[in-house]
């Protein structure tokens, strides 16, 4: 694969998770809105086939949940005194784990009492023979969220805490979507970091199936966001998929057009440097100049240097390089990575670096496949 965008990778290693449910470790997995937390711990646990209770924190009360609600109860001496009613599974001894979504949605009595649940397994001195372990799931503690902090005390009680990245899981969407969900996430990649933070991948997830059913993307989206590219790469298939193709045909015409596109050429770049055969296939079809700006990209330059030994069109930008811009910060990161490498570079006859506007038909005819005027 080219780039992350289409790297099978889950946001969370599902072993250090199976790890964790091995050892009966307490986990507290924090990240922002629609990552999947949830998602990744009921999976985690249905793997390894346990029993996992699950709560909701803005719903939890701790007589309900965890102590018992009381009753009046007459014994046969005539007193009446009070007895705690559970919850089945409680009292069943049935549950393995216990997972409380949310948490820091709970009100302070139901967190409190979660602690000596999740130190010592138990509630009110009462254990739960069977119980492994306590994981639970939060939003940061910030003005964004009506939520509140959890203190040190409750943050200890967690052996392992896991931040999970707020972007969209690449095994999700192409598990689920095909071809649509990696354009989903290659959009959602082009978009501005602010753009971003308002597209949850759970909304994301909505704009897909929304799009899959022909219905009305653009109300499920923010307006800023560019509803129209994402609906163009989820009928024509990601750009991604349209580089792998072209590469695999050798189709240089078809390459050639996507790579001057101002705005496909852009998106192309990051997937194209993940890949020795893309970067020798593609971005010799750039001319001179749009290659020299693109080195301003530490990336494309290293790449560039690397293979310019063996890549005529790389060469000759390398020299246009050192030879009209001798001493810029261009030519002395290029000088560098050139010892760094130990490239042997001959220098072409005569490389010229030049632009169509400012040429004559017959000129431009006498170009070579370099940008050079051939003489």
């Known amino acids: 694969m080219w780039s992350r965008t289409h790297a099978p990778v889950p946001l969370v290693d599902p072993e250090k998770l199976q790890f964790c449910i091995t050892h009966g470790l307490n986990v507290l997995l924090q990240g922002r809105h629609g990552v999947g937390k949830t998602t990744a711990i009921r999976q985690a646990f249905d793997k390894a086939g346990l029993n996992l209770l699950i709560f909701s924190g803005s719903t939890m009360d701790p007589w309900v949940d965890f102590v018992g609600v009381p009753r009046p109860v007459l014994r046969p001496d005539g007193l009446t005194v009070l007895e705690l009613i559970r919850r089945p599974e409680l009292v069943d001894e049935t549950v393995d784990a216990i997972f409380i979504d949310e948490f820091n949605r709970a009100p302070a009595k139901a967190r409190n009492a979660a602690m000596e649940l999740l130190q010592f397994k138990s509630v009110n001195g009462h254990r739960f023979s069977r119980l492994r372990s306590v994981w639970a799931a939060v939003n940061p503690a910030n003005e964004d969220y009506d939520t509140e902090p959890l203190d040190p005390a409750q943050l200890d009680r967690f052996h392992v805490r896991i931040e999970i990245p707020f972007r969209p899981c690449p095994v999700f969407f192409t598990t689920e979507f095909g071809s649509a969900g990696r354009a989903a996430l290659e959009w959602w ?96 079809l750039l001319s001179p100049e749009r290659l020299m700006g693109l080195m301003q990209n530490p990336k494309v330059l290293e790449m560039v240097v690397r293979y310019c030994a063996t890549v005529p069109e790389f060469r000759n930008v390398i020299n246009l390089v050192r030879n009209s811009t001798p001493g810029s910060p261009l030519a002395k990161k290029a000088e560098a990575l050139i010892k760094t490498y130990r490239v042997q570079l001959r220098t072409d006859s005569h490389p010229i670096l030049v632009s169509e506007r400012e040429l004559s038909a017959a000129q431009i005819e006498k170009l070579d496949p370099y940008g050079r005027i051939a003489e």
């Open 189 to 284: 990649d082009s978009q501005g970091e602010e753009v971003r933070l308002n597209i949850s991948p759970r909304r994301l997830e909505y704009a897909v199936r929304v799009a899959l059913i022909g219905g009305p993307v653009r109300d499920v989206l923010p307006p800023e966001s560019n509803v129209r590219s994402l609906l163009q790469l989820i009928e024509e298939g990601p750009l991604f998929d349209q580089l792998k193709e072209l590469l695999t045909k050798n189709d240089t015409d078809g390459a050639r057009k996507i790579m001057e596109h101002p705005e496909t050429g852009s998106r192309a770049i990051g997937h194209i440097l993940g890949s020795k055969a893309a970067i020798v296939f593609f971005l010799p």
